[in-house]
């Protein structure tokens, strides 16, 4: 089950965690940090490569510093009354960052619907929501460019659930794939690369996304959900999501 909405972790000075007087501690975010961090986790932390929520937490104490506070910092519950629906949340984590007493804050946003979640947590969408958003900002606190196991979809294909959620069709009803990709679609394949730390532009290989058709933007949402479920590796060239891509 989805951890509860609501955990709040208040660490004391005499609770405060001391980090590792490690000679070999790597620079802080370098590539020899990404792989010293992940070597951190237990397996029972690990599905498959991908480090669980709790994990991600025991392992940013032990690195960064203790947690003073890791809270929903914003709901969007779902509107739907007819289903679960979409729920969004923003998550805060407040560092004290290598028990200096500087303090430190991280935080991440997680939508959840049945069309990205299994259905034994979309039943939950704002617990789930909050738990992802939780991973995220761990994920981003930490340096590191996996994914938190809660993030991914196992039994779901997503891409066949966008396209049959999003309207295609022209209203002759015929499909025309050399049609302009919708809005819906340059909206997700944003979401995803956001996700996955990789830059749009690069990634889609042109300087105007909108100028793409649908058969293209279908191949771009494949190839994400390849690197998603770690079948492929995203290449080093089209790391570094920018916001301001459009």
Same mark, same amino acid.
């Given at each position: 089950m989805p951890e509860s909405l609501f955990e709040i972790e208040e660490v004391t000075e005499e609770d405060s965690i001391a980090i590792? /007087?490690?000679? $070999?501690?790597? $620079?802080?975010? *370098? /590539?020899e940090?990404? $792989?010293y961090?992940? *070597?951190q986790f237990r397996k029972d932390e690990l599905v498959d490569g991908n480090p669980i929520c709790a994990g991600l937490r025991r392992v940013a104490e032990n690195l960064l510093g203790s947690i003073v506070s890791s809270r929903p910092a914003q709901? =969007?519950?779902a509107t739907d009354s007819n289903g679960p629906g979409r729920a969004t949340v923003v998550f805060e984590i407040v560092f004290n960052w290598r028990n200096s007493g500087e303090l430190r804050t991280f935080a991440e946003v997680a939508d959840v619907w049945h069309g990205n979640t299994d259905d034994l =947590? +979309? +039943?939950?969408?704002? #617990?789930?929501a909050s738990t992802r958003a939780e991973g995220r #900002?761990?994920?981003k606190a930490l340096k590191v460019r996996c994914l938190a196991a809660e993030e991914l979809t196992r039994k779901k294909d997503v891409e066949a659930i966008v396209k049959q959620t999003v309207p295609t069709k022209p209203v002759d009803g015929e499909y025309r794939e050399d049609d302009p990709a919708t809005t819906a679609q340059i909206n997700f394949l944003d979401g995803k690369c956001k996700q996955l730390d990789i830059n749009v532009l690069k990634f889609a290989e042109c300087e105007d996304v909108s100028k793409l058709k649908k058969k293209q933007m279908s191949k771009?949402? *494949?190839?994400?959900?390849?690197y998603q479920g770690k079948q492929e590796i995203i290449p080093p060239d089209v790391v570094g999501y920018n916001k301001n891509w459009r």
């Open positions: 590792p /007087k490690d000679p $070999e501690l790597p $620079e802080y975010g *370098s /590539k940090w990404d $792989e961090v992940m *070597s709901v =969007f519950p =947590f +979309a +039943a939950h969408p704002i #617990a789930t #900002a761990l994920r771009l949402i *494949s190839t994400l959900n390849l």
